[in-house]
């Protein structure tokens, strides 16, 4: 891989990438509240919307034909037209992602959970800037220390990187509570990293954590689901991945299955990277597993 070595020296710049629904989905939460509700009406019926008009829209949405319009050239767009374009090519795929039916048989529910769950690990692909990942790569081949941090549902993902990473031979830690991660990331260097994983981008903890890494000169590296958050305002590189969620699951269960497979294509190029140093780190964690296992 050829990456950029200057990590540190110019704050990331985001682009919005992927399909125009998951393009939705990621900056809805920086959205206004007349924004939010052009982009609710298109996320909830994607395909109905491709046969309205401007007005229809905006009549649907309660906003206006203006708003309408500037929400679309908010996504990078030209207008109403080009919208509805991008929106007819993906709607058949995105007019999919319903929540499971409340009466569905236990075998229809498990068909629905799967297929959802793989279409938001498809559409999240197109979204993750492949610069932005190659510079997380180098980051975390090229660190004398990692400290990882997340809170809440991310924790058992950051818990499983560590120890994934650990057995590859990097240096990485965990801790286990949010005061001592931000004392840890306090701690940093210039040549240090800190993996910061957060669904919303705005967890209090994990954010406060960033911001100290940051403040120190070290790497901060986002995984997250929303381009304008205050993790990705805090990080040097930001992996954007974000996922549709049903109304019956647990906030972002989608979203773990999405930053998981990030997290494993991340551990796949590292490891990659170095090949002498993951088969000595193998070779040391597997005698030790060994000793645990009957």
Known sequence: MTMSADLTSAP???????????????????????QTAVANVVLTNPAGVV?????????????????????????????????????????????????????????AIIASVFQSTSRSIAAAESSIDPKEFERAVHALDAARRIVLVSAGPSAPLAMDTALRFRSAGLPI??????????????????GDVCLAISHTGRTRETVAAAEAARDVGATVVALTSFYRSPLVAASSVALVAGSGETRFQIEAMMSRFVHLAVLDALYSAVTAENAERTLRGAALSARAEETHRI
Do not use: W, Y
Not at 12 to 23: E, K, P, Q, V
Not at 179 to 190: D, K
């Open 51 to 107: 046969r309205m008009t401007v007005t229809d829209l905006a009549t649907v949405s309660r906003s206006s034909v203006g708003s309408v319009v500037r929400f679309c050239k908010d996504l990078g767009l030209k207008g109403f037209h080009e919208f509805k374009l991008q929106l007819a090519a993906e709607a058949p795929a995105g007019a999919g992602d319903h929540d499971v039916a409340q009466d569905g048989t236990p075998s």
């Open 173 to 190: 830690e965990n801790p286990a509570d949010p005061i001592s991660q931000h004392i840890c990331a306090s701690m940093l260097t210039g």
């Open 12 to 34: 990331h710049t985001s682009h919005d990438r992927g399909t125009l629904i998951a393009r939705i989905r990621a900056l809805s939460p920086s959205m206004s509240p007349t």
